[in-house]
């Protein structure tokens, strides 16, 4: 088995013995189950040894090396030390779970090895099928258009892309910013998440452009500021041309007001985007879609198959309404890439035409298997069900003296404090807890900031969280308080 790769074939890097190469790969898809399967019996998360970080200095690898050897390195000093978002103690940041079959249908995607950045291929039909899906789930019009992308940060830039070719003309592609006068403006609460000022920067425009709204107590965008700093900035010169709306902010999964920004993008003929990364696809849900009512009447939409979706890693979105607009702001025409009506260069257009990416992995192959093995009736109630899980943990914080909620709950993250004494010390102690709770192996929340101050986070994605998983949670919460609190105090 050692010699598996080290005598392949001799006029490729196949295996000259596949019965062997079938054991090994077996024996790997089995330790991945194994250890899927047991989950709760291994720590949320673990800091890596020095001993094994070590092993990762090692130069270049020259000649071959046995599979079922680096195999073992893999179970040994990979497996264990990742960041632990499979398993159900996790709750440090928006991520999915992931699941078996979007884990299968991955090893199928990579066995096919297909480029998704066109031609006439079925795998680029499994794509369009999810995009029309989408169209369908958000009340998008049959001319919209949607492609995979890494993640919402991505999408979110590829938003504002086309935002900016809508107000500028395409021409702005090839003279660049210098060529128009217009100082384009755009706006987003305070609790945007931090790809929304980068995308502008990354489109030229400069995050300096970006107008930043208050939020209200529930931490969603003022609406009324909104109103009043887009009339000031037209006074003052400004264009507005772009809103940006959360669907789930990433401190507290606030949803703002999305109907109302819907008519205020109406009125002054704004683009409204919106960032779902956390939650727009909670309209697979009966009970969480009215939370989100105006999302529908959004010009783009940028969301996250690999969060609530359970998707494994990376499986981000882009939905534009506009699908002839987002084509015109991406498509660039070459020698290599012409299009026949016929043959294996025909199926234009094609995914690279509406993204800056020419060579494109196969994501949405896993997406495919995850909506059809589940469906979105079961997942929409998983994600019904970390919301009720949010809720329980927010009781139990209410019920304990020592814990204190500290935003409201809108979806499935929760926002809390260890109660200290001394309330210069709440802080550091808060972020004392965080860090010791995770060493614990028994959970892994996170922290942010919220009005000033540092504050314990739980985001409750993953499926397979459950009821003695917040009681888990809770409990080392109060336990590494009750030592660090009394720590600053002796």
Request: glycine share 8%.
């Amino acid at each position: 088995m050692s010699q598996l790769f080290q005598d392949p074939a001799p006029d490729s890097l196949d295996p000259a013995d596949w019965a062997t190469l079938r054991h090994q790969a077996h024996g790997m898809l089995d330790d991945m189950l194994d250890h899927l399967e047991h989950l709760r019996q291994h720590a949320v998360w673990q800091a890596a040894p020095d001993e094994v970080r070590a092993r990762f200095a090692e130069p270049l690898p020259r000649q071959p090396g046995s599979l079922d050897s680096i195999h073992a390195r893999f179970m040994n000093d990979i497996l264990p030390y990742g960041v632990g978002n499979i398993h159900p103690g996790f709750m440090g940041w928006v991520h999915g779970g992931g699941t078996l079959a979007g884990m299968l249908a991955e090893m199928l995607a990579a066995g096919m090895n297909a480029n998704l950045g066109g031609r006439n291929q079925i795998p680029v039909q499994v794509e369009w099928q999810i995009v029309r899906w989408m169209r369908e789930l958000f009340d998008f019009p049959a001319e919209a258009s949607g492609l995979f992308v890494t993640g919402t940060s991505q999408a979110n830039l590829m938003a504002v892309w086309v935002a900016r070719v809508r107000y500028l003309g395409v021409a702005v592609r090839r003279q660049g910013l210098a060529q128009h006068p217009l100082r384009l403006r755009a706006y987003a609460s305070t609790a945007a998440h931090g790809s929304v000022a980068q995308a502008l920067d990354l489109a030229g425009l400069g995050s300096d452009c970006l107008c930043r709204i208050d939020v209200d107590a529930a931490q969603r965008i003022d609406v009324d500021a909104l109103r009043r700093q887009i009339e000031a900035d037209r006074q003052a010169g400004w264009t507005p041309f772009l809103l940006v709306g959360n669907a789930g902010t990433v401190d507290c999964g606030a949803i703002d007001p999305l109907d109302d920004l819907a008519d205020i993008a109406q009125a002054h003929g704004v683009w409204l985007h919106v960032d779902g990364a956390l939650g727009a696809l909670g309209m697979l849900n009966a009970q969480l879609a009215p939370l989100f009512a105006g999302i529908t009447r959004a010009d783009s939409i940028a969301f996250d198959f690999h969060k609530w979706g359970q998707v494994p890693y990376d499986a981000g979105f882009v939905l534009v309404r506009d699908g002839e607009l987002h084509l015109g702001t991406f498509a660039s025409p070459a020698a290599y890439l012409r299009r026949e009506a016929d043959g294996l260069a025909g199926g234009s257009p094609w995914p690279c035409d509406f993204g800056p990416d020419l060579s494109r992995g196969f994501r949405a192959l896993k997406t495919w298997f995850t909506l059809q093995v589940y469906g979105t009736d079961r997942l929409g109630q998983i994600m019904a069900q970390t919301c009720a899980l949010a809720r329980y943990l927010a009781e139990r914080i209410t019920a304990e003296p020592m814990l204190e909620l500290r935003a409201p709950v809108a979806l499935n993250i929760v926002c809390f404090t260890y109660r200290c004494d001394a309330a210069e010390a709440a802080d550091a102690v808060n972020a004392a807890i965080a860090v010791a709770v995770q060493h614990s192996g028994l959970a892994a929340p996170s922290t942010t900031v919220l009005e000033g101050h540092l504050v314990l986070r739980a985001a409750i994605v993953n499926h397979r969280t459950r009821a003695e998983d917040i009681d888990r949670l809770v409990d080392a919460v109060l336990q590494q308080g009750a030592r660090l609190a009394g720590a600053t105090r002796d």
